[in-house]
């Protein structure tokens, strides 16, 4: 079945710049979107195809992919992006998440 | 606003059938994909199925067996039904409306979630 990998977690201080990847096979051929979840909350989307921003999410979340990689970065990090990041994308018809980064902010 | 929000047992017990529902408010269910997805306490999404408003769907491979999503246009619902639960399927079951599925697919918004738990 088809796998989309992101590291377990990253950790930032507040003010510099996170990046959380996301890879797959043959990824570039499709768009990943973005989610952030903070505890006890629902999955937010911050990111979708590959690079577009959703109406009411700041600019400093942005996408990016480069080959069968795609990237979330998070410029000027606070405090309050301090979640959990999934990536999602499509295979076959079928949905696939990423394992989910857990971004923490020192 | 689309909001969306789901009914139904927190408890189920081993074997049985956990059924759950969610309203839409704010829009109407028609002519879009809705789907559901869970995550076990402390882990990752897992994607259960979509259905489209005519009653069309397609379901997670791992869950095909056991899963049943359906519409009723008339109450802006839709629901969910898993069959034959073990502690495994002890989750939080978010719904979520699938947006542009003939381009990227993605979920937005998603309902506040509820936490659905299997007991032997």
């Known amino acids: 079945s088809y796998e989309l990998t992101q590291p377990p977690s990253v950790s930032v201080s507040p003010g510099q710049t996170a990046s959380i990847s996301c890879s797959g096979d043959k990824l570039g051929d499709k768009f990943a979107c973005w989610y952030q979840q903070k505890p006890g909350q629902s999955p937010v989307l911050v990111i979708y195809?590959?690079?577009k921003r959703p109406s009411g999410i700041p600019e400093r979340f942005s996408g990016s992919y480069s080959g069968n990689t795609a990237t979330l970065t998070i410029s000027g990090t606070q405090a309050m992006d301090e979640a959990d990041y999934y990536c999602?994308?499509?295979?076959?018809?079928?949905?696939?998440f990423g394992g989910g980064t857990k971004l923490t902010v020192l | 606003q689309v909001q969306l929000q789901e009914s139904g047992p927190g408890l189920v017990k081993s074997s049985e059938t956990l059924s759950l529902s969610c309203t839409v408010s704010?829009?109407?269910?028609?002519?879009?994909?809705w789907s559901w997805i869970r995550q076990p306490p402390g882990k990752g999404l897992e994607w259960i199925g979509y259905i489209y408003d005519s009653g069309s769907s397609k379901y997670n491979p791992s869950l095909k067996s056991r899963v049943t999503i359906s519409v009723d246009t008339s109450k802006n619902q839709f629901s969910l039904k898993l069959t034959s639960v073990t502690a495994a399927d002890t989750a939080v079951y978010y719904c979520?409306?699938?947006?542009?599925?003939?381009?990227?697919?993605?979920?937005?918004?998603w309902g506040q979630g509820t936490l659905v738990t299997v007991s032997s």
């Open positions: 979520a409306r699938l947006v542009d599925i003939v381009v990227d697919g993605r979920f937005d918004p």
């Open positions: 195809q590959d690079t």
């Open positions: 999602q994308a499509w295979d076959s018809s079928s949905v696939v």
């Open positions: 704010g829009g109407s269910i028609s002519g879009y994909y």
